[in-house]
């Protein structure tokens, strides 16, 4: 595997299921980030993450909870979550909370 | 407070033609990174290219070329002889030095190339 990958591509949920994303980079970064993509909106940075540490939450409500357990994975999980938190999910890393971001391909998420 | 302003939804162009993607921005911060991603139906951002604040001259890379223009607080993205696989969104973006992680982005320009 190269760069950042994520995984499931695709996933739908009840608002009342608990389900995680998965984030993996392959680039030897040490930051890495989730973004929210909604349609009709400019991409919205939601966490960050520096180090394993939890340096940025950008108001993002309690329903989503990050988790970082090492420099290279990163999750996203996900709790009784609205139909507007349907969107495109990503991910994406850099060296050293850096400006340039490699991103993966992003987590389709549909909240019925 | 910071903006990335894409006034193009949407561009079609036949293959070989060119075509220009504009960005205007605004920023009270005097240093400041600009940036273009690709995203392709695939969905992942590809960084195309950064620009520091003061460095204005244009840039050129194959058939892309990028023209940074302070004075008009705008940084358009110049594809020369476009071909089907250009299609994709492209997006502009902006961070200032300090917090140069914290890209804002512009709500994208959906390029379709037709052959």
């Known amino acids: 595997e190269t760069g950042v990958t994520q995984t499931p591509r695709h996933l739908v949920m009840g608002m009342t299921n608990k389900k995680s994303l998965k984030c993996e980079q392959h680039l030897g970064h040490n930051a890495m980030y989730w973004y929210k993509q909604s349609a009709k909106k400019p991409l919205e940075l939601m966490f960050v993450y520096s180090l394993e540490e939890r340096v940025e939450n950008n108001s993002v409500p309690s329903r989503f909870s990050p988790e970082c357990p090492n420099s290279s994975h990163l999750f996203l999980h996900l709790h009784t979550l609205q139909p507007e938190d349907s969107a495109l999910y990503l991910c994406a890393s850099s060296q050293d909370l850096g400006p340039v971001q490699f991103f993966g391909p992003g987590t389709r998420l549909t909240v019925l | 407070a910071q903006k990335v302003t894409q006034a193009q939804t949407e561009i079609s162009v036949v293959e070989k033609e060119d075509v220009t993607l504009d960005c205007v921005y605004e920023?009270?911060?005097?240093?400041?990174?600009l940036f273009w991603y690709k995203q392709p139906p695939s969905g992942e951002l590809v960084f195309l290219i950064r620009?520091?604040?003061?460095?204005?001259q244009n840039e050129i890379s194959g058939r892309y070329s990028w023209n940074f223009q302070k004075s008009t607080s705008s940084f358009n993205f110049t594809i020369t002889a476009s071909q089907v696989v250009d299609s994709a969104v492209y997006f502009c973006a902006l961070s200032d030095m300090d917090s140069s992680y914290k890209l804002i982005f512009g709500s994208g320009t959906r390029l379709l190339v037709r052959p």
């Open positions: 620009r520091n604040s003061f460095d204005e």
């Open positions: 920023t009270r911060d005097t240093t400041y990174y």
